[in-house]
């Protein structure tokens, strides 16, 4: 019997379909036996519930955030319209005001000015810097209720002898999507302007770039890190942020004899294979293990010690995973000892490869916390006999 080619093109059609619904009904039957299972699904079920509820109250402090936020800056933004509107006649002592603070947005030595207000006449008196003196008076002549503005100040090419012109820096204003953390209401139009840009109907060409730019766009959006983060080019070693902490119930002077000594890690870590020491005792040579169990081998120094209280760390120029840490103890109740971590890294391919790492579970995060466990338990032992000797 021959199909006729409607007949065949209908069964190309429902091809991908009955893949999707198998692939669906596959994961719906795994999750029915992951949580149903008669030995462990009761606990999986609790972790399950606690997870959703700790992602619900997130969304609903999320949402309020940002509801907030948007609020507060549509309440600004309709006030910096008024007042570009309707101030234009304004008592001379609030026009002060307002090109005292406009000055300070344009002059990196705004204290050595003088601003006098006659009417909407605005006389600028006292020293600048020559590279200041044009754009802050195009600025001031800006200010919503300023006639006219008069320069008698002296402009100096450099501070030089003139010591109100020392010191100092210009803090300029940083536009909303160059700064390194974006307001909820920054990545909420930036998610939504990445939806709408994939869902456009572009040429080819134009709506590959289209959609890369949401892509890129949806992830800044998620994550809230800058791109050079997220890629880890010229990121230094600032690419991803881990902290851990670990309450250990044995004095600070015992835990801080087993982490001031590097060499005695391999003892009771079982990712370190070997540490030593240089002769002058603060740069340490590793031999750890990498994914999948490769050797990776660093150099490490210290930047920072404080005897029974602080560790810090960096590795060392051109290793191939820059990172830097820091490690804290502090005292604790009942003589116990919080050790507190927190550790910068730039993984290859910044936070896209941390992301790799956790779904290959070979994360610095996981390590990382899972050593303070086995110090924990080691540090606890250690000091079992100190205690029943006692």
């Known amino acids: 019997m021959r199909l006729s080619t409607d007949d065949r093109a209908a069964g190309g059609r429902r091809g991908p379909g009955r893949a999707v619904t198998a692939g669906a009904a596959f994961c719906a039957g795994a999750a029915v036996a992951y949580f149903c299972d008669p030995v462990r699904g009761r606990s999986r079920r609790a972790i399950g519930r606690d997870k959703a509820a700790h992602a619900t109250h997130k969304l609903r402090d999320g949402l309020g955030v940002l509801s907030r936020d948007l609020t507060n800056r549509s309440r600004g933004l309709a006030a910096a319209v008024r007042y570009r509107c309707r101030s234009q006649s304004v008592d001379d002592r609030v026009l002060h005001e307002r090109v005292r603070a406009e000055l300070g947005r344009h002059v990196s030595h705004a204290h050595a000015v003088e601003v006098r207000v006659d009417e909407g006449i605005v006389t600028l008196a006292g020293d600048v810097l020559a590279a ?12 919503p209720g300023v006639r006219g503005v008069e320069a008698v100040w002296t402009a100096h090419r450099e501070a030089g002898g003139t010591s109100r012109l020392h010191g ?8 909303e999507l160059l700064q390194v953390q974006w ?3 920054a990545r ?13 109907r572009l040429p080819g060409p134009f709506s590959t770039a289209a959609r890369g730019l949401a892509g890129v766009l949806a992830v800044r959006a998620a994550t809230n890190l800058p791109l050079r983060r997220l890629t880890g080019i010229n990121a230094g070693r600032r690419g991803v942020d881990v902290t851990a902490a670990v309450t250990v119930n044995a004095p600070p002077a015992a835990v801080w004899g087993l982490i001031s000594d590097y060499s005695a890690f391999p003892k009771f870590m079982p990712h370190v294979y070997e540490v030593r020491l240089s002769v002058d005792g603060r740069t340490s040579h590793w031999l750890v293990s990498g994914p999948a169990g490769t050797p990776v081998r660093f150099d490490a120094s210290e930047t920072r010690r404080v005897e029974g209280r602080e560790l810090a760390w960096k590795s060392a120029e051109g290793e191939l995973i820059a990172h830097a840490g820091t490690l804290r103890l502090a005292p ?5 000892t919080q050790v507190q971590v927190r550790l910068s890294y730039n993984p290859v391919a910044g936070a896209a490869g941390h992301i790799v790492a956790r779904l290959l579970g070979t994360d610095p995060e996981r390590r990382l916390r899972q050593s303070l466990a086995m110090l924990k338990t080691h540090a606890e032992h250690a000091a079992l006999p100190a205690v029943a000797r006692a």
């Open 132 to 143: 200041e003196d044009e754009r802050a008076r195009r600025a001031i002549r800006r200010v």
């Open 168 to 175: 100092g820096r210009l803090r300029r204003p940083v536009p």
């Open 183 to 185: 307001s909820p209401s």
């Open 188 to 200: 909420f139009l930036a998610g939504t302007a990445a939806v709408v840009l994939w869902t456009l």
């Open 332 to 336: 604790g109740p009942g003589g116990r």
